[in-house]
């Protein structure tokens, strides 16, 4: 009975096990954090882009149509279309002095001007 009371050595094995399994969960937790990290920020990047494209190409449609207006005196019309959300965020456009695309969480906000066709 002496002999298996001072043998540790099984002791030893779990605790390197325990160790090593906390070890590899700290390091997987970590990764798929920072993953989702990366992705998030990815998203807001590419929502932005999209978003100043929309309102560039919103712009240029207005602006042409005064042009259109202003040499032709005519009626003119220009279809946009325009994309359900922008990298999975939704969306809304304004328009005064220039044109506002923003998401509706508050992630992005993007503008462009809409040029005078005096």
Same mark, same amino acid.
């Given at each position: 009975?002496?002999?298996?009371?001072?043998?540790?050595?099984?002791?030893?094995?779990?605790l390197g096990y325990l160790i090593s399994?906390?070890?590899?969960?700290?390091?997987?937790?970590?990764?798929?954090?920072?993953?989702g990290d990366i992705v998030n920020e990815?998203?807001? $990047?590419?929502?932005?882009?999209?978003? #100043? /494209? *929309? @309102?560039? !190409?919103?712009?240029?449609?207005?602006?042409?149509?005064?042009?259109?207006?202003?040499?032709?005196?005519?009626?003119? $019309?220009?279809?946009?279309?325009?994309? #359900? /959300? *922008? @990298?999975? !965020?939704?969306?809304f456009i304004e328009a005064s002095d220039?044109?506002?695309?923003?998401?509706?969480?508050?992630?992005?906000?993007?503008?462009?001007?809409?040029?005078?066709?005096?």
């Amino acid at each position: 009975m002496r002999g298996i009371i001072r043998n540790k050595k099984a002791v030893s094995n779990v605790l390197g096990y325990l160790i090593s399994f906390t070890i590899a969960s700290i390091v997987m937790v970590s990764a798929v954090y920072s993953v989702g990290d990366i992705v998030n920020e990815k998203q807001s $990047e590419v929502a932005r882009i999209q978003a #100043l /494209n *929309l @309102a560039n !190409k919103i712009a240029d449609a207005i602006t042409e149509c005064g042009q259109m207006w202003e040499a032709t005196n005519v009626e003119y $019309e220009k279809t946009i279309d325009l994309p #359900l /959300n *922008l @990298a999975g !965020k939704k969306y809304f456009i304004e328009a005064s002095d220039a044109i506002y695309v923003k998401t509706t969480d508050g992630s992005v906000n993007e503008s462009c001007t809409i040029y005078n066709t005096d």
